[in-house]
């Protein structure tokens, strides 16, 4: 055994260093250099301002216009908006801008509410915009995440879906709240208010005027018919506790100034792509036959343009007919000019730069909201008034100087009001001057003929859907896996998740 | 810190332990320096069999090893630990943007503990040597980023991906088959790795690693599951398997949800390579081989979508029968008859933007990576010439690639920050193939 020969080495490395060495200067080193922990009210309110509108913009164009016959996108490739086909990768952009968006409104809300920051006019401007994302979001898609949404900070990954009944009811919540904040009238930031320019009156009007659109939208549905009819007379009536927009200078439009960073969204569609688009029939042949000023070139024309930006086809509008058939080919006539062509040797005008695309809602928009409450009988005042001062709202938004008697002008183009007319009657016609009201406002055209049925828009040979407009988008798909649970269990509460799935407010 | 204890034994038995202390500055955050510290031990034996014990004469050297060691990391991006504003762009002065990626306050470092076993054989003189290694560990904590549903606020966020098992084999076969007396020489080597992974726990019940660019292809993290599972939209299919085309219009259906479409990391991939040497000359011959795994293929999608593709001719004038069955009303399957003329529509339903299955394709290839041949110059020619050394010779490298990937080479990688991200195949370049003549001078 001694002759076993052990033969053992070992050697220790040991490099003692003490151990506070070791993580000396870890906090500074993890204090990014170029972001900040901290952000004030008035850096918030701007970029995400714009960043909602510019999604907005972007699907008024090519989803909106498409379902609603302002454009056809002319294509017989399968999918096309205009033929009610359109698929799931529509679905991603808006939720995923809308929802990025709210994280920055209820983070300018938190802000504003800390006390060394604190300001009720930002909340309150912050509560309106997260009662307007919201409000597109349940319409667009119905059950959405709310009451659980954009809580990620507070590890909450995988939000409830909530019934859109109660997430209408929680926003009517919101907008009271923030008419409250509202009132003290405190002072923002001018340079951070693209909308208002820090006029905390005007945001309160709009969030009355926001408040009246959700209420009428649910207001058919019996189960609530009743507490909304009466907060709309509540809210007509009593105007020192609920201001509305009084003019179309108190419209909500984020107005391209054409300056950094207020240049048009819409200078990010190419120039051959924005003229790709034909004019439809629908809402071109309405427009020729009221001999409507804002298609007039020669008295109210820019240079050869018509307001719209409207190109003439052999000297007159003329519109393909939506939802035609694939392989019916019809010619492109009418469409939308880019401002890169020439016409009259100027540049063309075009809605592509133009100042009023930043639609969020207007003054005519609100009198065919009341006109309608009128109409109904729910508010008392003449709904001939409204209706009568919105469409001259909705022509002298985009040509002031247009000053002819509108009771002439609708009763010339045949579209006066008539008061023996039947409730249906007065209805349809609202919202046929509503829908030009409309144009350039987000997804509100659709919006408004999913609860109407107005206007009556023709029906081509080639629609998909059963040739019934599509109820709603469908739930993008990667949500099925980051958020399972919740997923199946809005599919189950709502119904299949297909377009043709009417949400809360439309089912009968 | 690091620490290591080395013995031996006779010299046929050697024993190693190391433990080592990390910190990473990462982990840290402004506010914390706790979970930035990371320990992690080793232990190693290996045992020379043939001077210990009697060897058939065949083997001149057996080696067994053993080893159970553990790895920490934390990460090399900066700043995923605190919550920062970001500026929404230098044309709104001071203007703050919530971000999009979910700091992580809470990260912890990653951890591996891994045992292997393993051998090294030389035998016929070291004309045959054979590496075997057989390991399997588990990773805890991998710092991912994970994609969540938008309505959390977010799109990413940091996290720790729960604990991921993996086994593996790894075997390295050389050898000279040839060694003649007239200078002939043929040196060959065979290397084979496989792998497989699966999660055995996971924070929530479903983790999207990636997202895709169509069809809602993603990558999915799933307890049971793999970390390289493809998901996707595609084909509704019978019973048995078979495509389900509409019986009015002929295009197939497509799946309103996501099912599973692959994996996306290959079964094994294996190396095979070859010198040979003959008086003055050299030849080395390299082949590269991969199984068992899919992708996705965008530059597939759009070409045949745009109907740039020949396999979208067939039924272009006269309409196409897709080979598959209809539901009938009854609710049967039946084959399909239905001519499809709508022929935009029908390879749209194939391969269109809802379809992530008909662009998802095995990535398994043969691929000649490497050939090269030299001529070295002989002491005489040196001598005339005046140089030390010179040698001529042609190459060539990805020479040609035996696959079924319809897309030119399945072998590619996308780059997302630091990682490489396999299973989408995003339109990148395919790699080249080399020639060239090469010419060494020595003065």
Partial sequence: ?508 | MFGVITTSYKEVLYFDLTARQDWASVLATPNRTENSGFFYPSANVSLILSDVMKMPKQIDYAKVRFSASGVGSGQSKPYLTAYNYTSAGSLFSGGLSNPSLLANPDLRPLRTISFEAGTDLKMFKGRLGLNLSVYAGTTKDQILERILDRSTGYTRMVINAGKVQNKGIEITLSGTPVKSKDGLTWNTHVVFFSNRNRIAELADSSVVLRLGPVGGGQIVAQVGGSMGDLYGRGYVRSPDGQVVYDGNTGVALITEEVKYLGNVLPKFKVGFGNDFKYKRFRLHLLFDAQYGAVAHSLMHYKLAEQGKLTKTLPGRYNGIIGNGVVLTGDGKYIPNTVIATDIDQYYRSHFGIDNAEGSVFRTDFIKFREARLDYSLGPNALKKLGLQRATIGVYGRDLFIWSDWPMFDPEFGTLSGNDIVQGFEIGQFPSTRTMGVNIVVGF
């Fill in chain 1, 1 to 508: 055994m001694k002759q076993l020969i052990y033969k053992l080495t070992a050697v220790i490395l040991l490099f003692s260093i003490t151990l506070s060495s070791c993580t000396k200067g870890f906090e500074e080193m993890n204090t990014d250099p170029n972001n900040t922990p901290n952000a004030l009210p008035q850096q918030l309110l701007a970029p995400a301002l714009v960043s909602t509108v510019h999604a907005n913009m972007l699907r008024n164009r090519n989803f909106n216009n498409e379902l609603m016959q302002v454009t056809v996108d002319m294509s017989d490739a399968d999918g096309r908006v205009f033929r009610y086909e359109f698929r799931s990768n529509w679905s991603d952009y808006l939720y995923n801008s809308w929802y990025s968006e709210l994280t920055n409104f209820k983070d300018l809300y938190r802000i504003a509410s800390e006390e060394v920051t604190f300001n009720r006019s930002y909340m309150g401007i912050a509560l309106i915009c997260q009662s307007w994302i919201y409000s597109l979001l349940t319409d667009t898609y119905g059950d959405v995440p709310y009451f659980e949404s954009n809580k990620g900070r507070e590890k909450v990954y995988e939000p409830a879906f909530d019934a859109q009944k109660d997430i209408y009811l929680d926003i009517f919540k919101k907008l009271e709240e923030a008419n409250e904040l509202l009132s003290a009238g405190t002072a923002i930031d001018v340079t951070s208010d693209p909308v208002y320019n820090g006029n905390i009156g005007r945001w309160r009007k709009f969030g009355n005027s926001l408040y009246l659109r959700l209420l009428l939208r649910i207001s058919g549905k019996a189960e609530v018919a009743d507490s909304v009819i009466s907060k709309i007379q509540e809210i007509v009536t009593t105007s020192s506790k609920y201001p509305l927009m009084a003019n179309n200078d108190e419209s909500a439009i984020l107005r391209w100034t054409g300056v950094s960073p207020y240049t048009s969204p819409f200078l990010t569609v190419r120039e051959q792509d924005w003229r790709a688009p034909a004019i439809a029939s629908f809402f071109i042949d309405n427009l020729v036959n009221w001999n409507d000023p804002r298609i007039d070139i020669p008295t109210y024309g820019t240079n050869g343009v018509n307001r719209w930006g409207i190109a003439p086809y052999q000297g007159a509008f003329v519109g393909v007919a939506s939802g035609y058939e694939p392989g019916a080919n019809p010619q492109k006539k009418s469409y939308f000019y880019s401002d890169a062509q020439t016409v009259n040797s100027a540049p063309a005008k075009s809605l592509r730069t133009d100042p009023l695309t930043g639609m969020i809602m207007n003054y005519a928009e609100l009198q065919f909201i009341l006109a309608e409450c009128a109409a109904r009988g729910w508010i008392s005042g003449s709904a001939e008034n409204y209706y009568n001062k919105g469409a001259q709202a909705s022509i002298t938004l985009w040509l002031p100087q247009w000053n002819l008697s509108i009771t002439d002008y609708l009763s010339a183009a045949d579209i006066d009001w008539d008061e023996s007319a039947t409730l249906e009657e007065k209805i349809e016609k609202i919202h046929l001057q509503k829908y030009y009201a409309l144009f350039c406002t987000d997804l509100q055209q659709w919006f408004e003929h999913r609860r109407t049925g107005y206007p009556v828009l023709p029906k081509g040979p080639g629609l998909g859907n059963g040739g019934v407009m599509p109820a709603r988008m469908t739930y993008p798909v990667y949500v099925q896996s980051t958020n399972p649970t919740n997923y199946k269990a809005a599919v189950a509460a709502q119904g299949p998740d297909v377009i043709s799935t009417q949400v809360w407010w439309q089912k009968p």
